[in-house]
């Protein structure tokens, strides 16, 4: 099949790529390298049936060029990350926004399916856990950038479902919790490879607020794995679903666990979220995903352990220290 990924170079987007091509697919990656890097395709850029494409998903006629020769879109180009999301919040909601309609609009023409990523990021503030598609999203004010990002993610996902509706546009949209692994840059404040750095270089680790918030760490294995699943399955289109890990950690025990995993002599410090944020910042405490749909459209969930996670993040940066 011949599959077009957006933000193919990017680190989601190169672990899938990798695996299409494994499987046997013809890939082309449209990337314009914002956030993405050649190097995450070095395993594939030799590979006959994979081409990259320097460019933007705002050129439309670039995308509609693509998306013609393509049988499956995978639309995963964004402006990611809530340190860039406060750094560059107009072009970051361009970027998301005016990007997913253009990618949208050209698979509306020959109704070529597409996946859309979105992001757990559209729950904000919601106090019932787990979190499933079908809750209340509920954001912070406007004044708080930060909100600029899940709002922009909730329209992508308003508009792929309108276009589900009216013109039955085969999409599926997939919420992404936090996903991590190898290849994932913490320049844009990811904290699990900002830790695995800091613990190899013997530089504190930064945990921000109190450190008791928690999240949940999925490998990017598995949800590359639930993504080709779900493309695969007729009954998931239209559809709105969870992916992640439901294994919850606050951030001070993963900063614990990344200092045993790397033997690292690094203190954690803690930083009030004012001296990395501006003011009015606000961060979820706890963040669970419910992903019950998930394993009963595609028979398989995200399982893979936190220090799995940690040891291939660790395997990779001490590969390219040693480089
Ligand atoms: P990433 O930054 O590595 O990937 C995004 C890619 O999009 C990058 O390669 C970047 O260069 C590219 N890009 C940005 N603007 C572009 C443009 N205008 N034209 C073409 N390419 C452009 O981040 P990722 O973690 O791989 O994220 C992939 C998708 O998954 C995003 O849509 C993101 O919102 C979603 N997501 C990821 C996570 C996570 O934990 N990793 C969580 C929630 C949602």
Redesign the pocket.
């Given at each position: 099949m011949r599959i077009l990924i957006?933000?193919g170079?990017?680190?989601?987007?190169s672990h899938l790529a990798e695996r299409l091509i494994a499987d046997g697919h013809s890939v082309t990656a449209?990337?314009?390298?914002?956030?993405?890097r050649r190097d995450n395709l070095a395993a594939i850029a030799g590979n006959n049936r994979f081409r990259f494409v320097e460019?933007?998903?705002?050129d439309a006629p670039l995308v509609e060029a693509l998306a013609a020769e393509a049988e499956t879109i995978f639309h995963?180009?964004?402006?990611?990350?809530v340190k860039l999301i406060m750094e560059q919040p107009s072009r970051s909601i361009l970027?998301n926004v005016n990007?997913t309609e253009t990618v949208l609009r050209a698979a509306l023409r020959d109704r070529t399916p597409v996946f859309v990523?979105?992001?757990?990021?559209v729950y904000g503030k919601a106090s019932k856990f787990p979190f499933s598609e079908d809750d209340d999203l509920t954001i912070g004010a406007t004044r708080n950038l930060r909100w600029s990002y899940a709002c922009a993610?909730t329209l992508d996902e308003f508009l792929t479902l309108a276009h589900v509706r009216e013109a039955g546009l085969p999409a599926v949209i997939l919420r992404?919790?936090?996903?991590?692994g190898p290849r994932?840059?913490g320049r844009?404040g990811m904290v699990l490879p900002n830790f695995v750095q800091a613990a190899l270089e013997g530089r504190p680790l930064l945990v921000h607020g109190t450190g008791e918030q928690s999240r949940c760490f999925g490998h990017v294995a598995d949800a590359v794995e639930a993504m080709v699943r779900l493309m695969q399955r007729p009954e998931a289109r239209g559809e709105v679903f969870n992916v992640g890990n439901d294994q919850e950690v606050t951030i001070r025990q993963l900063a614990e666990e990344v200092i045993r995993a790397t033997g690292s002599r690094s203190e954690i410090r803690l930083v009030p979220y004012s001296d990395v944020y501006p003011e009015g910042f606000e961060d979820m405490a706890r963040r669970l995903p419910d992903v019950s749909k998930l394993e009963r459209a595609i028979g398989f969930r995200p399982r893979r352990p936190l220090a799995e996670i940690i040891a291939d993040i660790v395997a990779e940066k001490r590969a390219a220290m040693a480089a």
């Open positions: 957006t933000g170079a990017g680190f989601i987007g449209l990337d314009d390298l914002s956030t993405g460019g933007s998903i705002l995963l180009a964004a402006a990611v990350g970027t990007g990523a979105s992001t757990s990021e993610k992404f919790f936090n996903t991590t994932q840059t844009y």
